[in-house]
Structure formats: C-alpha cells, structure tokens
C-alpha cells in the first residue's frame, strides 16, 4: 500500500456504535438517554417512524429540560401546542419545542384518509442556563426551511444557509437527500465533534462503508469529515454538535443536567398537570 492510500485510509472517520433499535408501538426508537444518548449527547432521544393506517393519537404529556424536534418525511400531524392551540404541520415541516422548566403538549400523527406517515422525533438534552427556563414552541412549513445544495437545515447552520430556530447549544441538524451515485462531503463546524446518521430510505455509503435504512449510525468523537454517496436514491438525517458536558439526571419525560434541577422540574410539569385535570384537558397524571 502506497503512503498515499494508507494516509487516506488513517483520516477516515470510524463508526463507534450502529443500531436499528427496538420497536416502541408505531415507532422504532433508535437512541434513548439511558444507551446511545450517553454517547452522542446532546442529542439524547431518537425515534424514526413509518405507518400507514388510522392516526395514532398521543395524548397530553409533559416535557422538561429538554427540546423536542419533530421532522416530518411525509404525512400529516396535528399537534398540540403548550397553550392549547392545535397546529397541522404538513409533509415536509418541523417542529421545535423547547419545553426548559416544564410544559404539557401532544397531538395525532396520520390522517382520515389512511396515507403513509413518516419522520423523526429527536431529544436535545438544553444546557444549564436554558434547562429551567421558558418554553419556546416554533413551527416551519418545508418552504421555510433554508437549504443548500442537498441539505435542508432544520437546526443550526450549513454552507450559507442558517436555520431561524436558535439551538439551544452548538449543533447542525441537517436532513439530506442524495440522488444515485451522488457524492457528498460533510465537515463539521469547529467543535462539533459528536456526529450520528440516520438512513430513512435507499442505499448510502459512508467513507465506504454501507448504512442501512432505519439505523442509527453513531462516528467516533473526531473533527474528521464524512463522504457520503448514494448507491440508490436516498435520504437521511444528520446531527453534529458540541458534546454536552454534563450528567444526564433522568425522569420519565425530563432529563435534566444534575437532581436538583430535575426536582425542580418535575414539580412544575406536576403543578401544570393538577391545572390540566382541573380544566377536563387530561383525565388522569
């Protein structure tokens, strides 16, 4: 092997961790803060899902200490924000909640007309100074959604394009679709050392090596760039960050960076739901 070949093979960036998930009712959840989220937070929760029939309703729950990004492939879903308002984001659009000290939302994913529903709904573990602060809620139709070349940003910065949701820290969260036998390079801002992958559909190499649909793909902690290319037409979806210094302190629906926040937490999602079941908007905690 020429010294050439051999430098190009030492820059390449591994794979630390791959996994398909488990499934978790109409979803296939893909990360969670107790395994994979260890590793790759900030980001601490990822479920990917693809069904077709009757929506599936999710009732009112609560969140604290942590952002919730909903990227809608395709389909329909009707949600429920913190006030109550309920918001159609179509095929295309996201959501971003950033739920900091507490707040109860929910919602239906699908439609009466039975059609394919597909997306992702990643966890942001928030900083210190943002975990107990106030809830953000911010909605984008796919129009909105700035892109260059094949990545639309949802969170974060690529190239040119900036996306209006302020992330909470340092991060990318880029959803990328490459036609067959289309190459594209990924180099992470300064800093952004935790990067992961996730294949909805079609064949896609990485440095080489194969990804599969409805995995998880995790790279080693590295400043090293990845080289896509599409073997069939594909899309996925990216996120690269800033690792998140802190210990993860878990609830049911929270997590927090130490127990006290956590407390604190947790008793303000409790004291909004004592109001929700006061109003006849829950019937039960």
């Not at 919730?68 to 389909?75: A, E, K, N, V």
């Not at 429920?80 to 309920?86: H, L, Q, V, Y």
Request: no cysteine.
């Amino acid at each position: 092997m020429s010294l050439t070949a051999d430098a190009n093979h030492v820059q390449r960036r591994a794979i630390a961790h791959r996994t398909h998930g488990r499934k978790n009712g109409p979803a296939i959840r893909l990360m969670s803060p107790s395994d994979l989220g260890q590793f790759l937070k900030p980001f601490v929760f990822l479920d990917f899902f693809d069904m077709q029939g009757p929506p599936f309703v999710g009732p009112l729950h609560p969140h604290s200490g942590i952002a919730t990004l909903s990227f809608l492939i395709d389909g329909r879903m009707d949600l429920i924000d913190p006030d109550g308002n309920t918001v159609i984001l179509p095929s295309g659009g996201i959501e971003w909640m950033q739920a900091g000290k507490g707040m109860w939302h929910g919602g239906s994913v699908g439609d009466s007309d039975h059609g394919r529903v597909r997306g992702y709904q990643l966890w942001v573990a928030l900083p210190p100074n943002l975990e107990l602060g106030p809830t953000v809620a911010a909605f984008q139709a796919t129009g909105d959604i700035a892109s260059e070349g094949p990545a639309r940003v949802l969170l974060g910065s690529y190239g040119h394009a900036h996306s209006a949701i302020a992330a909470p820290s340092p991060m990318n969260v880029l959803a990328v679709t490459l036609k067959a036998r289309e190459r594209w390079i990924y180099q992470p801002p300064p800093g952004q050392t935790v990067l992961w992958v996730s294949p909805a559909e079609g064949q896609l190499l990485a440095n080489g090596e194969a990804l599969h649909a409805e995995e998880l793909i995790a790279f080693e902690r590295s400043h090293r760039k990845v080289d896509f290319e599409a073997v069939t037409d594909t899309q996925f979806i990216l996120g690269s960050a800033v690792p998140h210094e802190f210990p993860l302190s878990l609830g049911y629906y929270s997590v927090h960076t130490s127990p006290s926040a956590l407390r604190i937490g947790e008793d303000h999602i409790d004291a909004i739901g004592r109001r929700l079941l006061r109003e006849g908007r829950i019937g039960k905690m």
